[in-house]
């Protein structure tokens, strides 16, 4: 491949007419062979190789406990905002749970966390493979795994790092329903290119074992989409950090339902959060299927 590029940038620069080569490919005399080898991998290989530093998670560093309440229909509802070694396992398992990891951020080296964090939450041990250099320690687990309830998920596309991959494991196997839009997409480790400065490569990469393929500048694509905007969902989101109760963001009035003069008050409440509705009405649904199985037997 580095000869075919290297054949191909001779041609371009002997074989045109020296005003038609400065026209139609402007500075290509001026850029090295590797930059020109550089150039044309990173179009071919789009978020592994870059001429930028790498967007990688960053990792919530101020301790914030959980948010944890119980909705109507007894539907638990479960906000975390970052990832710990130190979460402790619940009490009892909720029949039906809602766990919101919108704007959650995870780094390469919690990895185990993320693991153990599957298996508090979830009672699931995630299936994971690591390529190149990504650090994937070896668990182990003192229990075996548990038979949860109905658990829904929600995401976005600041769910990042090794999260990611835990997710995209688990709703392979049927172990939780995820909900929203694709996440970020940053399940990789980056190393700078020796001897090439301001160019960076992948080194590692972490991927579920149960869905082969990357999901490295694409994301984990939930089982149910929601078609919501990045600032409607971080609007409905905050919502609640401002001390809304979750109730107020289910079946509310939409911003487009409400009049200008309440729009321009900026204490009112931003309307349903889609997103939440949406594992809301889910669980609701199973939950009615559960009930008519149960009434038919």
């Not at 009892?92 to 990891?101: A, C, E, G, K």
């Not at 999260?163 to 995209?168: D, T």
Request: aromatic share 8%; with cysteine.
């Amino acid at each position: 491949m580095r000869k075919r590029l290297l054949l191909l940038s001779i041609f371009l620069v002997g074989h045109a007419a020296p005003s038609a080569a400065t026209t139609l490919y402007p500075g290509l005399r001026e850029k090295s062979t590797d930059d020109i080898i550089l150039a044309g991998l990173a179009a071919l290989y789009p978020g592994r190789i870059l001429q930028t530093p790498p967007i990688v998670p960053t990792p919530a560093t101020a301790e914030k406990k959980p948010f944890q309440v119980t909705l109507s229909g007894n539907v638990a509802y479960w906000r975390f905002y970052q990832i710990s070694s130190a979460l402790p396992a619940p009490a009892t398992q909720p029949r039906m749970l809602i766990v919101d990891l919108r704007y959650l951020q995870t780094g390469p080296e919690q990895t185990i966390d993320c693991l153990n964090f599957s298996f508090q939450i979830f009672g699931t041990i995630p299936r994971l493979k690591a390529l190149g250099n990504y650090p994937l320690p070896a668990a182990s687990f003192a229990s075996a795994e548990s038979t949860p309830g109905r658990i829904v998920v929600l995401v976005n596309h600041k769910t990042a790092g090794p999260i990611e991959s835990v997710l995209a494991d688990l709703q392979a196997r049927g172990k939780i329903i995820l909900i929203g839009t694709a996440s970020a997409g940053q399940t990789a480790s980056y190393q700078p290119i020796e001897k090439q400065p301001g160019w960076w490569c992948v080194s590692g990469e972490i991927q579920p074992e149960t869905q082969p393929g990357s999901h490295v500048g694409i994301g984990v694509i939930p089982q149910i989409r929601v078609e919501v905007s990045p600032e409607n969902d971080l609007l409905a989101w905050q919502w609640l950090e401002r001390g809304a109760p979750p109730e107020s963001l289910l079946r509310h009035k939409t911003p487009r339902d409400r009049s200008v003069s309440d729009q321009s008050a900026p204490e009112e409440n931003p309307g349903t959060d889609i997103v939440l509705q949406r594992g809301y009405d889910i669980l609701a649904a199973l939950q009615i299927v559960e009930n008519m199985t149960a009434f038919r037997r």
